[in-house]
């Protein structure tokens, strides 16, 4: 069973404990990560979701899921990463967009770490992600623009965010 704390819709922690797949009451949050880790030859690590997901599946992503209780979203971002791609971050992440999100009743906060990654070294997470790959900026935009890519992780937010760090 997976637990998170709760948040009012000023992400102010409540005395409240939420689980996974119980509907959330009007005005409680919970919080959600993503990461995006560039390379220095400015690819992105990004991995294909497991067929068998209910939502989006085999659609490409970025490493990340819900923080959960008594995790920071840094904590649980890096948790996230090294469970669904064994890779252990060793960079200082920066977030690049903090969004509340009304129609899940979320917080979305999305990394940037620079860090190299050999895609030899990915162990890929049974039932959660079938593939992984390193691309670059335009071809992740390709695939959104396919609908290949999940686009809660690709909003304009996030795009011109990822732009300022490419020049």
Known sequence: MELWDCYDKNRNKLNKTLTRGRVQEIGEYHIVVGAYI???????????????KRDYPSYFEVPGGS???????LEGIIREIE???GIVIKSE???????????????????????????KDIILQDGETSEAKLLTY???EDLFLKNKFVGTVFTTEIQNALKKHLT
């Open 67 to 73: 923080v959960l209780q008594g995790e920071t979203s």
């Open 83 to 85: 469970e669904e791609t």
């Open 38 to 52: 560039m390379s220095n030859d400015k690819r992105f690590l990004v991995t294909k979701r497991s067929a068998s």
């Open 138 to 140: 335009q071809e992740i």
């Open 93 to 119: 992440g920066i977030i690049l967009t903090s969004t509340r999100r009304d129609f899940n009743q979320s917080f979305q906060d999305i990394y940037l770490f620079k860090q190299d990654i050999d895609l």
